[in-house]
């Protein structure tokens, strides 16, 4: 399914909290990916500090719908809550050119 739609999403993290924060992420994205609809995505640390996950969606609509259900695994939501500091706005990005390896 091609990717036509996706969301940078930034955290800062408390100090000590960034192992928890991963398995919220990690729980969250499957359930997401295995109930909403969502192609995957990938989370990153940066050297400012802040959290980055870049998810993947097959469309806007689809994205838009998942958010208006809430949480896809409430305890993974819960688990991320607990060790964010602050939470930046989403960034909806609409890609135009697509140069990601695919693997065979």
Same mark, same amino acid.
């Given at each position: 399914?091609?990717?036509?739609?996706?969301? $940078?999403? *930034?955290?800062? @993290?408390?100090? #000590?909290?960034?192992?928890?924060?991963?398995? #919220?992420?990690?729980? @969250?994205?499957?359930?997401?990916?295995? &109930? !909403?609809?969502? $192609?995957? %995505? !990938? @989370?990153?640390?940066?050297?400012?500090? $802040?959290?980055?996950?870049?998810?993947?969606?097959?469309?806007?609509?689809?994205?838009?719908?998942?958010?208006?259900?809430? %949480?896809?695994?409430?305890?993974?939501? *819960?688990?991320?809550?607990?060790?964010?500091? &602050?939470? @930046?706005?989403?960034?909806?990005?609409?890609?135009?050119?697509? $140069?990601?390896? *695919?693997?065979?």
């Amino acid at each position: 399914m091609p990717v036509s739609f996706c969301v $940078l999403y *930034r955290f800062r @993290l408390q100090a #000590g909290l960034e192992v928890a924060f991963r398995e #919220g992420w990690r729980r @969250l994205t499957e359930a997401i990916r295995d &109930e !909403r609809g969502g $192609l995957g %995505s !990938r @989370l990153h640390r940066g050297d400012d500090g $802040l959290w980055y996950a870049y998810a993947q969606w097959p469309d806007r609509e689809s994205w838009e719908r998942a958010q208006a259900m809430g %949480s896809a695994d409430a305890e993974a939501s *819960r688990l991320m809550a607990s060790a964010i500091e &602050e939470s @930046l706005p989403p960034i909806p990005l609409e890609p135009t050119d697509d $140069l990601f390896y *695919r693997a065979q």
